[in-house]
């Protein structure tokens, strides 16, 4: 079975609707992704960091309950595990305040074994910054010496605007790196102040990575490659929560590039009805995490998609 590995933060969200807290789910934007995919019964590996604390003992514990590997996550004895405060605004839209407390020493794990068409999942600002960024190089090379699927969302938010200019670099690296990068149109405004999807991709993506699949909350969902330009349409939904629908998306295209058995040389030359049932696996995922306060598939869906 192929495996699927992510690197990432792992966080416990608290969220808030009208000044209250309604839940606390683990997540981080790799990590919901990966919960999904565990629940859909695939090889999941996390690579990450967790205190040693209560938070830590309840975000490992629901890696275990949610069939992800814990092997590679690494405990720090002093410092204390993520937590964030997510406010929902009256259309379900997240408003977020982080309180991180990490050591000096960080990510001192061993990389699990990737093997031939695996899919490496990375990104956010986990993957800029300069704390880090030596590890999850050498991470990204091995899994490129591999011949990994490498799968980046930049989720760039509005926090790092004004560390754009000194992360250009390291995104830029991502980008050659990544064998498909799915981004929002906001993570696009905030990196580069472009709002046009043929000019982000002809600008700032194809060059390093000609597989490029851009969001834009409900709005179309746009698909550029080589040879494909197309748009896909989103029905219309209740939402709940809006928390985790992006990487959801990423779980869902990622299962579907599983399903319909996508190697890492085959992309380059996918035609549109096999990239039109991966968009959709990705439609589908997203739309089951916005029906609740989860950031992750719901265990029913998993068992009937």
Known sequence: MRKIIGIGETILDI????????????GGSVFNGLVSLGRMGLDVSFIGEIGNDKVGEIIQQFMVENNISTQYVDTFPDGKSPISLAFLDNNNDADYSFYKDYPKQRLEVTFPTIEENDIVVFGSYYALNPALRERVKDFLDYATTQKAILYYDPNFRKSHIPESVKLA???SENLEYATIVRG????????YNLEEVDKIYLQQIKYNCPNFICTSAARNIELRTNSITKSYSIPPIHTVSTIGAGDNFNAGIIYGLLKYEVTRSAIAHLDDPTWDKII???????ANVCSSYNNSVSKEFAATY
């Open 15 to 26: 969220v808030f609707k009208d000044g209250q807290p309604t839940a606390a789910v683990p």
């Open 169 to 171: 670099p390291a995104i």
């Open 184 to 191: 929002s149109d906001e993570d696009f405004k905030n990196m």
């Open 280 to 286: 959709q696996c990705g439609i589908d995922f997203s």
